[in-house]
């Protein structure tokens, strides 16, 4: 029998209210490391804010979010800030829908992916470089444009910088906010084969979050359904979609609701 | 009497300038700033009686420091006799009464804007930076807010980006001035605005630096003996820039030199930008 894999990040009975709107109510979930959950729901599901708080961007009102470092596990709404500033960077990455929000556009595709290694301490530019032509490789960016602004990039170039800064640091969490939106199909289409490329091949935990059913259903292995802050229905992705209990999954499943 | 300055003889002014309750400010914020090197304290910045491009920051620093035994040496560019740092020691010398001098082994405080005296500063000396932006990160991040957390959390990888963008361009590091420091293994800090010629000169200095910045209303310090590191990869490491002249007036090898244009034939010169320096040397050179 197969050793279980190291659980990567859990979530317990996490709560976010915004005024008196809940968007999360007491989620709990675990994932481990190799493993691809994928979270669906229309959009003010508490999907997005549900990943902000995994995220250390938006403080959760109870709960905790758990996540493995090295030798033990953190709880990162429980640390200080400058710990967690310090803890994140390396261990997790958020990959925004719109590269914009996470990438430099001012600054050229070598150093987007250098950024984040230079922060965690990386002092040789050779291996610098050499570590952010990999990459562009690894995304399918040929090597001559590691020196372009990624401003003249194609969005779906963008998107794939940005999934090589993400990753390039070795991250043991990858935290993806519809990571195809905005994007014509078949460039998707391109993408999500790369995404499942990479996750199979580097055995990270990933957590994303997508309105569109067929994301899910080939990146995730297994998946939750969130409405209106709630999960409603989980379990393995071809399970869920192929058998959904809910109503609500039902009728996302059968894309009757207009998402 | 002095005419270029906004100043009226019968004015009754606190020594050298400002009152007593403004220098204690001032010394506190400079206490807090040696206290912790590098790190840019907050101080209520008060008008001067000169253009606000003058280095107010320096000036109020230095007042706040001055006391009746001190003597003073201001230099701009490196040189004593420029308009700028003659009229600022014109000044501290009518509102305070204390001695100047343009030699550099003399003075207990110097003011400079962009240079560092050629000849090595004492445990007795104090020399005091006139700033205009003291914030490293500022070409990088433009809200206050933001810089601050980097500083707090000590998150530098911006700063680095500027360097592995020039060697990606150019082949090496571009920056020649207001190279960015790391000050005792901690805080990034600007030395603005002083050739990167002169950045070694701050790493173990005997003497205590005090960056003031009027505009931007911060006072940072390096004190003695404080480890200061220019950024750098460690295969593309901190070099000065180096000349191929030397001095056409002393024959000095290790100073910073300025070009200067002897003719309107377009012949041009190297010469000390260390106006001190050079002179001292010449006159070490008759004297022998
Ligand atoms: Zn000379």
């Known amino acids: ?259 | 009497m002095e005419t270029d300055l906004a100043f009226d003889d019968d004015d009754v002014y606190s020594f050298a300038y400002l009152d007593e309750m403004t220098k204690r400010m001032i010394r506190r914020a400079i206490l807090k700033a040696v206290a912790v090197p590098g790190y840019q304290v907050p101080f209520g910045s008060r008008e001067m009686p000169l253009p606000p491009g003058w280095g107010t920051g320096g000036l109020q620093v230095t007042a706040s420091l001055l006391g009746r035994d001190d003597r003073l040496k201001v230099i701009d560019q490196g040189a004593d006799d420029t308009t700028n740092a003659v009229s600022i020691r014109r000044f501290f010398a009518e509102v305070s009464g204390v001695a100047t001098t343009e030699r550099t082994g003399e003075a207990t405080i110097i003011q400079t804007r962009h240079r560092i005296p050629e000849r090595a500063l004492t445990e007795d000396q104090i020399i005091v930076f006139q700033q205009p932006q003291p914030e490293p990160l500022r070409r990088f991040i433009t809200e206050e807010a933001v810089a601050r957390k980097i500083h707090a959390f000590a998150r530098y990888g911006v700063m680095y980006v500027r360097l592995y963008e020039d060697i990606s361009r150019l082949g090496h590091i571009a920056m020649s001035s207001d190279y960015p420091v790391v000050v005792n293994g901690r805080y990034l800090a600007s030395p603005s605005p002083i050739p990167k010629f002169d950045n070694p000169k701050l790493h173990r200095s005997r003497a205590l630096a005090l960056f003031g910045a009027g505009r931007e209303r911060r006072i940072h310090a390096i004190p003695p003996f404080t480890e200061v590191k220019s950024l750098d990869f460690a295969d593309y490491p901190f070099t000065v820039q180096r000349f191929e002249a030397c001095c056409s007036a002393c024959g000095a090898q290790d100073s910073y030199l300025d070009e200067i244009l002897l003719d309107d034939g377009g012949r041009r010169a190297f010469v000390c930008s260390d106006t001190a320096y050079c002179a001292e040397r010449r006159g070490e050179r008759t004297e022998s």
């Open chain 1, 1 to 259: 029998m197969k050793p279980r894999a190291r659980e990567i990040l859990r979530v317990e009975r996490l709560s976010k209210t915004f005024g008196r709107v809940p968007a999360c109510s007491t989620v709990s979930f675990s994932l481990r490391q190799g493993e691809v959950l994928g979270i669906v729901g229309e959009s003010g599901s508490g999907k997005s804010t549900l990943l902000r708080c995994l995220a250390g961007r938006i403080q959760p009102d109870e709960g905790k979010v758990l996540v493995a470092s090295d030798d033990h596990v953190v709880d990162i709404w429980a640390m200080d800030e400058a710990s967690r500033e310090q803890f994140l960077p390396t261990t997790a990455s958020l990959i925004h829908q719109n590269p914009r929000d996470g990438l430099r556009l001012d600054i050229s595709a070598g150093g987007n992916i250098a950024e984040p290694l230079m922060a965690a301490g990386g002092r040789h530019y050779g291996s610098l470089r050499a570590t952010a032509l990999e990459w562009l490789e690894k995304v399918d960016i040929e090597g001559w444009r590691i020196d372009d602004l990624p401003e003249i990039f194609s969005g779906g170039m963008q998107q794939r910088l940005q999934i090589a800064r993400g990753l390039a640091t070795h991250p043991r969490l990858v935290l993806m906010d519809e990571p195809t939106g905005g994007l014509d199909v078949s460039v998707q289409a391109k993408l999500l084969d790369l995404l499942r490329g990479l996750v199979r091949e580097l055995g990270i935990a990933v957590v994303v979050v997508t309105h569109d059913i067929g994301v899910a259903r080939l990146l995730a292995d297994r998946l939750m359904v969130m409405q209106r802050g709630r999960v409603i229905e989980e379990g393995l992705t071809d399970q869920v979609l192929d058998d959904p209990h809910h109503p609500y999954t039902q009728l996302l499943v059968s894309s009757v609701l207009q998402v």
